[in-house]
């Protein structure tokens, strides 16, 4: 695969377009002291990309706590999460567009690429609209559709479809290993952003290095 193979990109949005990760970490966090399992960094780094009540489950498991709650009760402490979530992401404004990533949009947009967001949030809208890029993506995946989330490839899947390419010609941009995982399996070429991306097909350190030369001068 080369540069000129790409005619669109799929990007995902906690990580990538906004630091989102420390809210849903905090937020999460209070979940665990409530449950009582210890919060660690690895924890906190195993919920990237992660559907909301598949963390739910890591927590509970992290601690053993996995058949401590029933459904409904597990359903309740995944809402008290998403409040506490909401309230600290309405901070947010455009300032807050992690590092380049604002150019990287403009860029891609003047030149003709088709953008689709693939983020597993279901808080997708919201949190584009805190940072006023609604307008930016001719389409997103409905995570609330999905049958199966990250690292399966259906979400990146149907981001290609959204932009009506054949996979082979879109690049998916992930913070997470299991939304790399989910935009390999896709058959898309995987763009990662941050450490622990091993299985990435290109790496960058932070999205200030993002940027259309850089992706080139990286794939060929
Ligand atoms: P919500 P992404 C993911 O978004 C987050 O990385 C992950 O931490 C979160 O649990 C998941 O969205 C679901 O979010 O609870 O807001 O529906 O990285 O795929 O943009
Ligand atoms: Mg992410």
Redesign the pocket.
Known sequence: MTFADIQGFAI????VIADT?KF?GQAWRQVADKVGTEWTEELADS??????MD?LELILKAGGHENDYTQEEKEKLAEEK?DN?LELVKTLTPNDILPGMKKFLDEAKAKGYHLALA??????PTILKYLQLGDYFEGRVD?AKLKKG?PDPEIYLQAAEIMNLDPVHVAGIE??QS?VESINRAGEISIGIGKNLKDADVKFNDTSELTLDALAKKLG
């Open positions: 995902d949005l906690d990580g990760a849903h919920l990237r990309g992660v559907s909301r963390s998403n979530y983020s597993a949030s279901k808080n997708g995570p990250k913070d997470a939304g």
